[in-house]
């Protein structure tokens, strides 16, 4: 019976991913607008704890606006500004020794940001 129900629940889920109704269709994410980074200066109680080489760069700016929906629209508040701090500089210390350096951190900013900036 559990197979049954999951099976069904599967078959519901799927059903709506393809819909024509003849005029138009939507088929997965085919609605969605392209990602594009945040293009103002940033803003909020967060950006003051934000690491310079997120707050002050281009790719910086786009991977915080990117990588954390709250800050979407340019606004970071405190809570994202430790996340997206904490997130790269994991990211960035490729090496594992709990230090970054600068060629690091270049390389980060241009790998995580590089295919929405041009």
Do not use: K
């Not at 629940?9 to 059903?15: D, P």
């Not at 994202?80 to 490729?94: G, K, L, M, S, T």
């Amino acid at each position: 019976m559990r197979h049954f129900i999951a099976l069904a629940c599967l078959g519901a889920f799927t059903a709506g991913c393809a819909y024509d109704d003849g005029g138009y269709a939507y088929a997965g994410e085919a609605w969605a607008s392209p990602r594009a980074p945040f293009e103002g200066e940033l803003r909020g109680p967060g950006v003051a704890i934000l690491d310079r080489w997120l707050s002050e760069t281009r790719e910086g700016r786009a991977i915080v606006t990117l990588g954390w929906r709250e800050a979407g629209e340019g606004f970071v508040d405190e809570d994202v500004a430790h996340r997206a701090n904490i997130w790269f500089r994991r990211y960035a210390d490729q090496n594992r020794d709990m230090r970054i350096t600068d060629p690091e951190i270049r390389t980060a900013l241009v790998s995580a940001s590089g295919r929405y900036l041009r």
